[in-house]
Nanobody
Framework: QVQLVESGGGLVQAGGSLRLSCAAS????????VAWFRQAPGKEREFVAV????????LYADFVKDRFTISRDNAQNSAYLQMNSLEPEDTAIYYC?????????????????WGQGTQVTVSS
C-alpha cells in the first residue's frame, strides 16, 4: 500500500504558476506509476498527466498545452506538477494517484491509490 498527500495548491491570478507536490509513504515509491487528475465543480474527474516509474515516460492531457510539467524524485518519495500560465479554467481540486502496472493510463478507474486532493483556484 502507498499513502499519498498532496500540497501546494492555492489561489493565483491568471497567468501565474503553482507547483503541486505529492508525498508518498508506504511501499517503495519507485514501483508506482504516478498521475495527476483534477475535478472542477459539477464536472467529472479528468486526467492531467502521468509519469513512469523512473520518470522516463510522461503523457499529458491535450489541454495542458505545454503549460504543465510532471516530474518525480524517487529518493524523496515525491512527485510534482509544475503548472505555468494558469487559466481560470484550471480551477479544480487536483489529485495525485498511483498504480503498480507499467501502463501510462489516463483512466481514473485504473488507479488504486489516491490522495485527498489540493484546491487550485485561478482568478481572472
Amino acid at each position: 500500500q502507498v499513502q499519498l498527500v498532496e500540497s501546494g495548491g492555492g489561489l493565483v491570478q491568471a497567468g501565474g504558476s503553482l507547483r503541486l507536490s505529492c508525498a508518498a509513504s508506504g511501499r517503495t515509491f519507485s514501483t508506482y506509476m504516478v498521475a495527476w487528475f483534477r475535478q472542477a465543480p459539477g464536472k467529472e474527474r479528468e486526467f492531467v498527466a502521468v509519469i513512469g516509474r523512473s520518470g522516463e515516460s510522461t503523457l499529458y492531457a491535450d489541454f495542458v498545452k505545454d503549460r504543465f510539467t510532471i516530474s518525480r524524485d524517487n529518493a524523496q518519495n515525491s512527485a510534482y506538477l509544475q503548472m505555468n500560465s494558469l487559466e481560470p479554467e484550471d480551477t479544480a481540486i487536483y489529485y495525485c494517484a498511483a498504480k503498480t502496472d507499467r501502463l501510462l493510463t489516463i483512466r481514473a478507474q485504473n488507479y488504486d491509490y489516491w490522495g485527498q486532493g489540493t484546491q487550485v483556484t485561478v482568478s481572472s
